[in-house]
């Protein structure tokens, strides 16, 4: 992030009373904010609504920011809690209706043969990360993305220091191995076609 | 040393020393199951660092504007009805409060009851008017009738469950076709 950008000076324009001012905090802030959005829940049209939401929730709440922190840090912690909020509120939805109607029931296994045609690297990080529980892939999106301290990650998400690590902990092994399982569904695949799949 | 130290060591990424690094080392050499875990960890690290950054489409700043003005007119419909509404509960709670104070309850309780019965007496009246008149319908006409409107009835049922099944798709549609557009 450019590092020349007044967000003080913005802040305070907006506290009073300039409404514009905001308007160049999104304006610098949107590709990391909506990135966030967009590893969070994986499609861009979420990914748009979200990190807008954010902004506005940013703009209703703003005198609550504390200017002795770095105010990315307190934009994205609210992104991130908008995230959470969504993607628990997706699942509710569509475990409900479909249970009851008995309808259109998905069928959430990736798909293998498109694993092996567009078997790059950024899908299959995107795709792990969305099989990560909720709270767990917000942690490591924070680390690894946006280089947030454990410190970090537990004051955004109101969570302990030590539940941060144990949710970094887990949220690498399920990376892993998931990493790995792919990786032998691509290997068997290519290698020995015939041979029915075990899975 | 156990097999859950090394696990911590290669998936917590605090610094090693020097000899916890070369142990490290040797039972990676020996134990396939850590080895793996090395490996796919190293290369999620790796695919984590290339990932590009997701980028909103043009105009982003512009479409915010709108949604705060929207979003702010929609507040302010909320906030006018709000007080519409306390003002509405406001004067009724003076209406209760003068009547009770104003000693002619009894007499408010006793219009009222009188009022409510001569409804009902009037609602029961028409009731049986109306059953009366059924009854002199033949029979045929009235079960084809009956008939008909269960008939009614289902079908306003199969079209609701249907609106609600193609209102669910859509949403998923809407959902899931910008991903592959992207591509
Ligand atoms: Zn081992």
Redesign the interface.
């Known amino acids: 992030m450019d590092t020349s950008f007044a967000e003080a000076e913005c802040v305070k324009q907006v506290l009073e009373g300039n409404e514009d001012a905001f ?1 160049a905090i ?2 610098h802030f ?2 990391p904010v ?2 966030l959005c ?2 969070m829940l ?7 609504d979200a ?2 939401e954010s ?2 929730r940013a ?1 209703r709440y703003i005198r609550r920011y504390d200017s002795s922190r770095p105010f990315a840090t307190w934009l994205l912690s609210i992104a991130a809690h908008y995230c959470i909020d969504q993607q628990r509120k997706r699942h509710l939805l569509s475990v409900d ?1 479909d249970e009851i ?1 008995e ?2 029931i ?1 069928d959430d296994s990736p798909d293998p043969e498109k694993v092996v045609t ?1 078997g790059e ?2 899908e ?3 795709k ?1 990360l969305a099989a990560l529980p909720v709270k767990d892939r917000m942690v490591l999106i924070l680390k ?2 946006y280089d947030f301290s454990e410190d970090e990650i537990s004051d955004a998400l109101e969570i302990t220091k030590s539940a941060v ?1 144990s949710r ?2 887990r949220a ?2 399920h ?6 399982s792919e ?1 032998n569904d691509i290997s068997r695949k290519e290698g020995r076609q015939h041979e029915p799949q075990a899975i | 040393m156990n097999h859950k130290q090394y ?2 060591w290669i ?2 990424d605090s610094p090693l020393s020097a000899e916890e690094s070369e142990l490290l080392k040797n039972h990676l050499a020996s134990c396939s199951v850590c080895q ?6 190293q ?15 043009a105009g ?2 512009a ?3 709108v ?2 003005q929207q ?1 702010q007119r929609k507040r302010t419909i909320v906030r006018r009805r709000i007080i519409v509404f306390s003002s509405l509960f406001f004067l009724l709670l003076s209406l209760i409060a003068y009547i009770l104070l104003s000693g002619s309850f009894a007499s408010f309780l006793a219009n009222l009851i009188t009022l409510t019965t001569q409804i009902i007496l009037f609602i029961t009246k028409g009731l049986s008017e109306l059953t009366m008149l059924i009854n002199g319908v033949p029979s045929i006409v009235r079960w084809s009738l009956g008939i008909f409107m269960i008939g009614v009835a289902n079908m306003f049922i199969i079209l609701l ?1 249907y609106i ?2 193609k209102a ?2 859509n949403h ?1 549609e ?3 076709a ?2 592959y ?3």
Do not use: C
């Open positions: 308007t999104v304006e949107q590709i909506y990135n967009y590893r994986g499609t861009p049209q979420e990914a748009e990190a807008q902004f506005i703009y209706l109607m309808f259109g998905m567009t690297q950024n299959l990080i995107q792990n690894y993305w690590k970094l902990h690498r092994q990376m892993a191995e998931q990493w790995n990786e | 696990e911590k998936l917590d793996k875990l090395n490996e796919g960890w290369k999620s690290l790796q695919g984590i660092h290339s990932a590009d950054q997701h980028v909103p489409t982003f700043t479409r915010w504007q949604k705060l979003e469950t609600i099944w669910r798709k998923r809407q959902q899931e910008p991903a557009a992207e591509e």
